[in-house]
DNA sequence: CTGAAAGCGCTTACAG
DNA sequence: CTGAAAGCGCTTACAG
């Protein structure tokens, strides 16, 4: 396979027999242009393998075709997975997909976001918790008019497009699970309360415990931080404050991890003594041992989406449809089966 | 803050009493002009906020400032300690880091590697395992004259960047370091042989069993593929095979989580009957319950480096100085204290 | 060591 | 619905 020659659109032009700018029309999905003359255009360009110079593009039309993803998250794997849904609508589309972590200064990821527009040009804007919780963050955004998508914000937002679960439902019915399971004494281990979205799985856990027959008395609140070592903590003050609790609802699938394993060696089954349900579905929550059964939303399927209602936003110039609820599903293993 | 207006070449020039052509080559690093020049330019941009217009270069100078890292890992922190350390270095020299999953097609990643190529210029090109063992690859890249570089390269390759530990070297220290706990009766997982510095690793533990007075029928090889699970099944075989086996050997962290996780599910304590030590020092080794002691290697050092040295490449056309050792240390913790 | 001019491959008003 | 011309902000030979 040898490298095939660079064409530029003025080879695509002269092949197809039309003018340098109906070719870049076809190319930017500009409706003023007929149907023949389109896929006439696109038949020379596949059959020459052109691709637009993406530098030339900028430099002319003052855009980047950079889409943006800012996140403060630890958890690769959900970045990852965002990345690969960004990416698969990106490349449809000629767009570059990028991510950047964004260090918060008094609590706001305001002056993050500023020093890096300072440097980068983008054409719209990701956020995920906690960013996407971060109305100073949004507001900026909003004045420079960049369209952007926030992957579940806490609150509806009025503005930009909105992608997200129901979480609060989601953490009903994974209880309701649970509780189905049979068990009388549950735990919860909460995130972060800077995460919109855990109070909300936590306000279903609570939902579903009132529409029981489970009295409150049986429950407990172990506050968690989302990341692996709290689930161990959550484990020991289970042991101190409830020694009975035969299930457990941990808000990520990490802290489940970390449960799980301060409960195998403190030698108690799981999930024979010890049921815990996760949220996420991530990696982890199929390669532990146990698997653990988790609540799964399609993050991937959420950034692919919200990167497409980005890039339509970014080309008509005005936004249509803006909230995009996702389902999400329980999926059973062993951890609790 | 306000959005500083965008100054362009000229702006500098005029501002400086320069020519464009002198603020051009001192952005590009150009050798050829007076260091009083070159700080006035430089004093003038960053008063004024100045950065090149990445577009713009691009397309004069037909380069296109972009690193890309070709991998096929599923370890999501690995691959982003090695993004952190090419950013930082991209970063400094006004280049832009890129990360591209492989997909192998017959035992291979070139196919996967000529397709990216086909779409995206790069001007370097980083290599981890299991790609940077591809010979097919390299061939490729050297074919364009790619500048490139490797990390942890099996084998010293004769061209190209070399960023690498001696891998055989750590796994000695680190089974030296088992043997000197007292342990007897050892055992070593394997990573995938396909990666070369898998059997580097493997090389060393045998070296230090050969020179202590540990006799061989005392000592197991249990073969793994790096992920969580072999871990739990090398346990498992382990316990079948050599149930008196007190200390081993993961070629990496997210098999002796899956070997201690198996322990502790089947009562084992950890570190008191069974002693167990990983490598890469990952997140994963940090926040284990027990927590893991692990060979260090610093990813994120070696790939800064790499990204350095092959910028230097790039600029001057040609490559000195190409290998480059790393050191490692032991990160004692609990699992093996 | 430094300058004036052409050109990289597109898009964008402007006309028609 | 379509075309001819200017221009985006740089770099690159080419001169000197």
Redesign the pocket.
């Given at each position: 396979m040898t490298i095939s020659k660079?064409?530029?659109?003025?080879?695509?032009?002269e092949h197809a027999?039309?003018?340098?700018?109906?070719?870049?029309?076809v190319?930017?999905n500009?409706?003023?242009?007929?149907?023949?003359?389109?896929d006439l255009v696109l038949g020379v360009a596949r059959d020459l393998g052109?691709?637009?110079?993406?530098?030339?593009?900028?430099?002319?039309?003052?855009?980047s075709f950079v889409i943006s993803h800012f996140h403060d998250n630890p958890n690769t794997d959900y970045l990852s997975e965002i990345y690969d849904g960004m990416r698969r609508a990106c490349s449809e589309q000629g767009y570059y997909a990028v991510a950047e972590k964004l260090e918060p200064k008094k609590g706001s990821y305001r002056h993050a976001l500023l020093e890096y527009l300072l440097r980068y040009e983008v054409d719209g804007v990701i956020l995920s918790p906690p960013v996407s919780d971060d109305n100073s963050v949004i507001r900026e955004i909003k004045k420079r008019g960049i369209p952007y998508a926030l992957i579940s914000p806490g609150k509806k937002k009025k503005d930009g497009i909105n992608v997200f679960i129901n979480e609060r439902d989601a953490g009903r019915s994974i209880t309701d699970f649970l509780i189905e399971r049979g068990h009388k004494q549950l735990a919860f281990i909460s995130g972060l309360d800077s995460h919109a979205a855990s109070l909300e799985r936590e306000a279903g856990f609570w939902e579903a415990i009132a529409a029981s027959d489970i009295p409150k008395k049986n429950v407990l609140r172990l506050a968690g931080d989302f990341s692996m070592q709290s689930g161990f903590r959550a484990f020991e003050k289970l042991t101190k404050k409830a020694p009975n609790v035969t299930g457990i609802f941990a808000a990520n699938d990490e802290m489940a991890v970390g449960t799980i394993v301060a409960a195998l060696r403190a030698g108690k089954k799981v999930p024979e003594e010890l049921s815990v349900v996760g949220f996420d579905d991530s990696p982890f929550a199929r390669s532990m041992w146990p698997t653990i059964t988790s609540l799964a939303q399609p993050i991937d399927d959420m950034a692919h989406l919200s990167t497409q209602k980005l890039i339509d936003w970014i080309h008509s110039d005005r936004l249509k449809e803006s909230q995009f609820e996702f389902a999400t599903q329980i999926i059973v293993r062993d951890s609790c089966p």
């Open positions: 660079k064409y530029t659109i003025e080879d695509i032009a027999g039309v003018s340098i700018k109906t070719v870049s029309r190319f930017n500009s409706p003023n242009v007929r149907q023949q003359k389109r052109y691709r637009p110079n993406i530098s030339a593009r900028q430099l002319a039309s003052k855009r």
